[in-house]
T-cell receptor, first 120, second 111 residues
Framework: AQTVTQSQPEMSVQEAETVTLSCTYDTSESDYYLFWYKQPPSRQMILVIRQEAYKQQNATENRFSVNFQKAAKSFSLKISDSQLGDAAMYFCAYRSPPGVSNFGNEKLTFGTGTRLTIIP | AAGVIQSPRHLIKEKRETATLKCYPIPRHDTVYWYQQGPGQDPQFLISFYEKMQSDKGSIPDRFSAQQFSDYHSELNMSSLELGDSALYFC??????????FGPGTRLTVL
């Protein structure tokens, strides 16, 4: 079974600065998907960024980027120019590739989360 | 854009009662996932459906059952509720294997 580890329960960063959240995972699969989800106080789960394991290029979405190290099974999230609205719990998640004929079993396995605080 | 709808948003039940949570996926999404997030916990996968058939099962108690209907909405039925069932229950839908779109969740409180 796949496992996802987030070793930083809490992080804080000064507004406008850059912060990196860590995530490692364990899998025997060669093709998979990795995600970062943000959960603000509203508890809504919001997708931040997605990375396909077969892609060597790191994903980027505006101020959010990842450092995907497949051999090391590491998937960190970098938030640049931190804003007050970035304050939230951040979950790293792993998803297996789809089966050839069995869609629907691509459940997400989450890490325990990192609570990010933005200091004004 | 249409989002995943969950109802009710909040539910309070007594121990040993029954609860039914509903999920309405985004139109044309044929896959539904249910997750349970306890206080201070990460979401845990319960069960999923693809084209109205159960496709995967996680750590879902035997007291819970679920199904997906012909209109693709899904219901999670929870019987003999326990205090430990108090949690946020998410439904997510997906049109393919790329991304799961989460609903706002149903907060269940068992007294």
């Amino acid at each position: 079974a796949q496992t996802v580890t987030q070793s930083q329960p809490e992080m804080s960063v000064q507004e406008a600065e850059t912060v990196t959240l860590s995530c490692t995972y364990d899998t025997s699969e060669s093709d998979y998907y990795l995600f970062w989800y943000k959960q603000p106080p509203s508890r809504q789960m919001i997708l931040v960024i997605r990375q396909e394991a077969y892609k060597q290029q790191n994903a980027t979405e505006n101020r959010f980027s990842v450092n995907f190290q497949k051999a090391a099974k590491s998937f960190s999230l970098k938030i640049s120019d931190s804003q007050l609205g970035d304050a939230a719990m951040y979950f790293c998640a792993y998803r297996s590739p789809p089966g050839v004929s069995n869609f629907g079993n691509e459940k997400l396995t989450f890490g325990t989360g990192t609570r990010l605080t933005i200091i004004p | 854009a249409a989002g995943v709808i969950q109802s009710p948003r909040h539910l309070i039940k007594e121990k040993r009662e029954t609860a039914t949570l509903k999920c309405y996926p985004i139109p044309r999404h044929d896959t539904v996932y249910w997750y349970q997030q306890g206080p201070g916990q990460d979401p845990q996968f319960l069960i999923s459906f693809y084209e109205k058939m159960q496709s995967d099962k996680g750590s879902i108690p035997d007291r819970f059952s679920a199904q997906q209907f012909s209109d693709y909405h899904s219901e999670l039925n929870m019987s003999s509720l326990e205090l430990g069932d108090s949690a946020l229950y998410f439904c997510a839908s997906s049109p393919d294997y790329n991304e799961q779109f989460f609903g706002p969740g149903t907060r269940l409180t068992v007294l």
